[in-house]
C-alpha cells in the first residue's frame, strides 16, 4: 500500500523556526516533494529531493533519508504569510503521478 | 510564460447541467493533470495525461469526462453531478523530464 504520514496541525510564533516531518511507505521511491498551500489558492513548489540530505533554500531547508523513509521541512525566521498548509508528495515511480499526505496546516502567530 | 492557467475561477452548476473545465499551458509541458481538492484535504488525483494520450484514470466516475485536444490544453467535460462533487478542481502539468508540478489556480466548483 501507499502511505504517507504528516502532522495534521502545528503552531509557532513569528521569527521562530519550525520542522514539518513527513514518513512514507510507498512501493517505489523516486523521489520526494514539498509544496505550500494558501487557504483557496493552488499549491505551489518548495522543494523536491532525491539524494539523502539537506537542501536549502533560502529561509526553507527540506531533507530526505531514504533508507529510513523520512523527510522534514525546515522553514527559518517564520513570517506570518508563511502560515498555510504544507503538503509532503512522493513520486512512487508509478507513471507521471504524485502521492499527497495529508498536508499539515501551519498557524503563525505574533 | 510559466503558469498553468484554468477558467473559469468560480462555477456554479446545477445537477442536470453539462459544463466544462479549460486548463490551459505553454510551458512546453508533456504531462497535464486533473485533481479534485475537498477543504482541508489534499489534492486527489483525477486522470493523467501524457502526451496527449489518457495514461492513468484513478476511478473516476463516467460524469467526469477528460479531454486533451493539444498539448497546451487539458478539458474537463461534466455532467449530472452530485453535490458532493463540488470541490476545487485542479489542473497541473510538468515536463517530460521531471516531475515537478506547476499548479494552476484551480476552478471552484459548486453544484447545487
Known amino acids: 500500500g501507499q502511505n504517507i504520514d504528516q502532522p495534521t496541525e502545528m503552531t509557532a510564533t513569528e521569527g521562530a523556526i519550525v520542522q514539518i516531518n513527513c514518513t512514507y511507505q510507498t512501493s517505489g521511491f523516486n523521489g520526494l516533494f514539498w509544496y505550500q498551500q494558501h487557504a483557496g489558492e493552488a499549491p505551489t513548489f518548495l522543494s523536491y529531493n532525491v539524494l539523502d540530505g539537506l537542501e536549502e533554500k533560502g529561509r526553507f531547508s527540506s531533507f530526505l533519508s531514504r533508507s529510513k523513509g523520512y523527510s522534514y521541512l525546515l522553514l527559518k525566521e517564520l513570517q506570518m504569510k508563511d502560515s498555510a498548509s504544507y503538503l509532503c508528495a512522493v513520486d512512487n515511480q508509478a507513471g507521471t503521478a504524485l502521492i499527497f499526505g495529508k498536508g499539515t496546516t501551519l498557524s503563525v502567530s505574533s | 510564460d510559466t503558469e498553468v492557467t484554468q477558467t473559469p475561477k468560480h462555477l456554479v452548476m446545477g445537477m442536470t447541467n453539462k459544463k466544462s473545465l479549460k486548463c490551459e499551458q505553454h510551458m512546453g509541458h508533456r504531462a497535464m493533470y486533473w485533481y479534485k481538492q475537498k477543504a482541508k484535504k489534499p489534492p486527489e488525483l483525477m486522470f493523467v495525461?501524457?502526451?496527449?494520450?489518457?495514461?492513468i484514470n484513478e476511478s473516476v466516475p463516467s460524469r467526469f469526462s477528460p479531454e486533451c485536444p493539444n498539448s497546451s490544453l487539458l478539458n474537463l467535460h461534466l455532467h449530472a453531478l452530485q453535490p458532493e462533487d463540488s470541490a476545487l478542481y485542479l489542473c497541473a502539468s510538468s515536463p517530460s523530464d521531471s516531475y515537478e508540478q506547476y499548479f494552476g489556480p484551480g476552478t471552484r466548483l459548486t453544484v447545487t
Open positions: 495525461y501524457s502526451y496527449e494520450k489518457l495514461s
